[in-house]
């Protein structure tokens, strides 16, 4: 990626771009999505301020009205190509309210076959809360393990890993949720 851009992330889930479209009174259906990620990839200049788009899985397989594949389209304009590689957050058992992010059950296809479309990186999120007691030293572990996990696969797979550990406050949150001054708001 070229030094100084910007990432675009249009790897919203397909809820999540349902509520973005519901927002401006379009429907959730894949023609729609579809069109929005073209509007945005089409952009005149984009490649003069991103530098790199992470997808969506549905996203990597799509094509312009024209018949242009977005990838395709992407790495024309100099933009690489990443995808989200996890498949969401899932509480965890045993702790007050911590998820663990999921996907790395098949992830190794999933990355070959994401390399094999175009992508060059992959994203992948795990969210800490930060508060009383928290995190834990189970969330630590399993999401730092996942982390790891998804990173040593991406790279077996020639994909550049980003990982994001994603802190949460919550309310009454200190550092480190053991104590200490609160967190600014």
């Given at each position: ?54 997808m969506f899985d549905e996203t990597l397989y799509q094509s312009t009205a024209d018949g242009v594949r977005f990838v395709r389209l992407l790495r024309e304009r100099g933009i690489d190509v990443g995808i989200k590689v996890d498949t969401g957050l899932q509480p965890l058992f045993g702790t007050d309210g911590e998820t663990a992010t999921q ?83």
């Amino acid at each position: 990626m070229a030094l100084s851009f910007g990432i675009l992330a249009t790897d919203e889930s397909i809820p999540t771009a349902g509520k973005r479209l519901a927002s401006i009174g379009v429907d959730n259906e894949l023609e729609n999505r579809r069109a929005f990620r073209e509007l945005l990839y089409t952009a005149p200049d984009l490649n003069k301020y991103i530098s790199g788009v992470i997808m969506f899985d549905e996203t990597l397989y799509q094509s312009t009205a024209d018949g242009v594949r977005f990838v395709r389209l992407l790495r024309e304009r100099g933009i690489d190509v990443g995808i989200k590689v996890d498949t969401g957050l899932q509480p965890l058992f045993g702790t007050d309210g911590e998820t663990a992010t999921q996907g790395l059950d098949g992830l190794r296809p999933r990355c070959k076959a994401y390399r094999a479309e175009g992508a060059t990186f992959a994203k992948w999120r795990a969210v800490l809360k930060v508060g009383h007691g928290m995190p834990s030293e189970r969330a630590i572990t399993d999401n730092a393990h996942g982390l790891a996990r998804y990173a040593s696969i991406c790279q077996e797979h020639g994909l550049v890993p980003i990982v994001e550990p994603e802190v949460r406050g919550t309310e009454g949150a200190t550092p480190g949720g053991r104590g200490g001054r609160a967190l600014a708001s």
